[in-house]
């Protein structure tokens, strides 16, 4: 029984942690350049209301995907005008794309399918679904422990799953492994530098920003067609903040990102699993009290354990080039 329920607990870790991870390495590909993006939770929910408005205008999951890819993308592209073209403040941008996502897909949303901000329920075709790998159910009837995990951690998730669990290490080489990788933590770090050897600083600084909205647009996508079959009002719930906190958590580096994204899945998965579970002693915990858990933990967890975070020291900080 207690195995059960640690595997059940696990598998949700799993299922809830893909979009933190998306969002959490477009941050940081954002973030390394110098661009820092508080507008991921804007461009999650606009790409979740748009992946589900299309999908079930085209019925088809992959015209969804695609969709949401590219209002985060047109999104991020605002970012990068208003924060390197025009040199504007990086942290009222991210606001005002938070903002705009906000109140764009509920009027949206109301205004195309009048069912109060939300989109039509998707169906089977018009959504992602699980895949199911070879001998999963033979694993977990005949090898003990692996068997299991076999089944229910690796085996019946979602592709998406798979791709944002392949995108750390993929993230980790472009960075430490690539001259693209190379010149971006270089632009984060010394812009002047980067200049000075014939790069062009905002070129690198917007392929950056659009691997950001690619990636958020794919969280989105992830929230409203394999999570939920649909977009909800605000269905985000701050996942795009809680990414940028386990970014900093993570020290700006990929691989700690991966866990610290599963450390705050687990947490979101065990106060969905807590909700109505009397406690030894305390008893009945306020719904309202689990469901603030995660964010709580959050809190504690960034105030407390995460040391000395530096970010990259150009970051934040426009660039103008010297004459």
Not at 73 to 97: C, D, E, K, M, P
Not at 176 to 185: K, Q, S, V
Not at 271 to 296: K, S
Request: charged letters at 10%; hydrophobic letters at 55%.
């Amino acid at each position: 029984m207690v195995w059960q329920t640690i595997l059940d607990l696990l598998e949700s870790t799993v299922r809830v942690s893909p979009p933190l991870i998306f969002a959490a390495l477009a941050g940081l590909f954002s973030e390394r350049s110098g661009i820092f993006d508080i507008g991921l939770e804007g461009k999650m929910l606009a790409g979740a209301f748009a992946a589900g408005a299309a999908a079930s205008v085209s019925h088809s999951a992959l015209i969804g995907l695609l969709v949401a890819i590219v209002v985060s993308l047109l999104l991020a592209l605002v970012h990068a005008f208003a924060s390197i073209t025009q040199r504007g403040n990086q942290i009222v941008s991210g606001v005002a794309i938070n903002f705009i996502a906000a109140g764009a897909t509920v009027i949206l949303g109301q205004a195309w399918f009048d069912q109060g901000g939300r989109t039509p329920q998707l169906a089977a075709g018009e959504r992602f679904t699980t895949v199911d790998l070879p001998y999963a159910q033979w694993a977990s009837n005949h090898i003990p422990v692996l068997g299991p995990i076999y089944e229910h951690l690796i085996s019946g998730q979602f592709w998406l799953t798979y791709l944002a669990f392949a995108m750390v290490p993929f993230t980790w080489w472009v960075l430490y492994r690539t001259r693209f990788g190379l010149r971006l933590r270089a632009v984060g770090e010394n812009p002047a530098a980067v200049d000075t050897a014939g790069i062009s600083v905002t070129w690198l600084r917007y392929r950056a920003v659009m691997c950001d909205g690619i990636l958020c647009g794919i969280a989105g996508a992830y929230l409203s067609m394999a999570m939920a079959a649909g977009f909800t009002k605000g269905m985000t719930a701050g996942r795009g903040y809680i990414a940028l906190a386990a970014l900093i958590f993570a020290k700006w580096r990929p691989v700690p990102v991966l866990f610290a994204c599963l450390l705050f899945g687990f947490l979101d998965a065990f106060g969905i699993r807590m909700q109505g579970v009397p406690l030894p002693i305390i008893g009945q915990v306020p719904g309202q009290f689990v469901q603030a858990l995660p964010y709580i933990l959050t809190v504690v967890l960034l105030a407390g354990f995460i040391g000395r975070a530096i970010p990259p020291r150009a970051g934040g900080k426009p660039y103008v080039k010297e004459r």
